[in-house]
């Protein structure tokens, strides 16, 4: 299940986001990659735990706190803080899956990855190539989305990021444990909350309503760990 989530930041937002990348110091990528990934890997990065990729980082949290999109389809239980990367010309990120366990900053606790997300912060013609290339049963799916805007997928896919050609492709990207480990189930629950939410808007006085609600929390009772 791939969502895209548009606007989590704002235009004033991105642009401050840009204004910090300009002045900031970046790192080889490699740092943050599993074994496997780091020889496919060749990008930038923010150093991780720096104090602009925390204050940026907080800033996204800030834009997914305030999404009902989000919350609905990921059912968030624990963010990795945010990460920062930067694709300039000749850069790419070959096929892999990301590592399953993360350890959260500080080290005492851990993340399971259940969900890859990518915030989008270059606008889609300042570059070429730079596509994020999602792997599934259905195919594969490419995707390059407004500045501002995430996608959210299994972090159980194969997926790359295909080589820049020209300009540079600036995202932030993370990981999130869900309440709702399953993606079949994850998928069920956010199908179902888009039909209510229809439903309410169609036919705001139905009794379905009150019903089909009530189906939505007691499977979310049996299926989460909150
Ligand atoms: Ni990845």
């Given at each position: 299940m791939m969502v895209h989530i548009p606007q989590v930041l704002s235009a004033e937002q991105v642009s401050h986001c840009r204004e910090v990348f300009a002045r900031a110091t970046w790192e080889d990528g490699?740092?943050?990659?599993?074994h496997q990934s780091a020889r496919v890997k060749k990008n930038l990065q923010l150093p991780e735990g720096g104090p602009e990729a925390r204050a940026l980082g907080d800033l996204v949290l800030g834009g997914l706190e305030k999404s009902p999109l989000f919350i609905s389809a990921v059912l968030p239980r624990r963010v990795f803080p945010p990460l920062f990367n930067r694709y300039e010309p000749h850069m790419a990120f070959g096929s892999h899956v990301d590592n399953a366990i993360r350890p959260l900053p500080g080290g005492a606790e851990r993340l399971r990855t259940d969900v890859s997300a990518t915030l989008f912060l270059?606008?889609?013609?300042?570059?070429?190539g730079g596509e994020l290339v999602v792997e599934d049963t259905y195919g594969s799916h490419a995707v390059k989305l407004p500045a501002g805007d995430l996608i959210v997928y299994p972090a159980s896919s194969l997926h790359h990021v295909t080589p820049i050609t020209r300009g540079a492709r600036l995202a932030s990207f993370f990981w999130v444990q869900s309440m709702v480990r399953d993606v079949s189930q994850r998928a069920l629950l956010f199908d179902l909350d888009m039909a209510i939410m229809r439903l309410n808007q169609e036919v705001?006085?139905?009794?379905s309503l009150v019903m089909l609600t009530g189906v939505y929390h007691n499977l979310l009772r049996q299926w989460s760990d909150p």
């Open positions: 490699r740092g943050t990659a599993g270059s606008e889609p013609d300042s570059y070429d705001p006085q139905s009794p």
